[in-house]
């Protein structure tokens, strides 16, 4: 009888659904609120790279530049700690990455504006080691930071259970679907509400937002309020010069 695959914490769905929210809440962070760089898709990072040289922009050029090589950087760093604590029995050596991935992305939400450049490669770097340190769910290989690759392999599982049937290449796209219908809410909830410019999105910043918007809506009704009592004085309670008595005299 054929075993099947050992379950491991790391591989399972639940793990790679929060990882897939992570991955693809720091893509929308970088782009919508730090310069429209990518953090996990440098596909878009190298076409954007390319039309910079061409256009000669030398500073734009450097925006996605930089996180590029902190990308590179971030999948050898993820190797190296495999190397060094994948014996170690106290802790395993993924928990390490994700420990130093939320404590960099933690720092880099109260980065301000002008350390965007910085900002962006920190985001690359723990996005690259995110992805190199987790690689598959129950067993299948998958992207936690991108959609092109579990795409394809959703759809091919889902095309190889109409041709034979075998329920497990259904339950093997759906894996895949589910992964991807959860880039959906992790992009709107970062576009929405949307910053303006040099509003970085740290979490100090979004409870003064909040805040600032309920004081907004209260001030804006007071004041839709008092223009329809001065509306309805003007109206009703005053009359115009040409009622009076000086339209007869003429």
């Known amino acids: 009888m054929k075993r099947g695959h050992p379950k491991q914490m790391s591989e399972s769905f639940l793990t790679a659904a929060f990882l897939s929210l992570s991955g693809g809440l720091q893509d929308a962070y970088t782009y919508i609120y730090r310069g429209h760089v990518f953090a996990n898709a440098q596909t878009g990072n190298i076409v954007l790279l390319s039309q910079s040289i061409a256009e000669r922009n030398w500073t734009q050029t450097l925006e996605y530049l930089i996180p590029l090589s902190f990308f590179a950087f971030g999948i050898a ?50 996005c690259a080691m995110q992805v190199q ?42 894996c895949y679907w589910g992964i991807i219908l959860l880039s959906a809410p992790r992009s709107a909830s970062s576009a929405s509400p949307r910053l303006g410019r040099g509003q970085s999105g740290s979490p100090a910043f979004c409870f003064r937002s909040a805040s600032c918007s309920c004081s907004r809506r209260r001030t804006w009704k007071s004041l839709r309020k008092r223009l329809k009592k001065s509306r309805k004085k003007s109206f009703f309670n005053k009359k115009p010069p040409y009622w009076g008595g000086e339209l007869r005299k003429h």
């Open 77 to 126: 760093a993820a190797e190296l700690l495999r190397f060094r604590y994948q014996s170690t029995t106290r802790i395993h050596w993924r928990q390490l990455v994700l420990l130093f991935e939320i404590a960099i992305l933690f720092a880099v939400g109260f980065m301000p504006e002008t350390c965007d450049l910085i900002a962006n490669g920190i985001v690359s770097f723990a």
């Open 133 to 174: 340190t987790f690689r598959k769910v129950k067993g299948y290989s998958f992207a936690s930071t991108m959609c092109i690759g579990n795409l394809r392999s959703g759809m091919e599982s889902l095309c190889a259970y109409w041709k034979t049937q075998n329920r497990t290449n259904l339950q093997k796209s759906f």
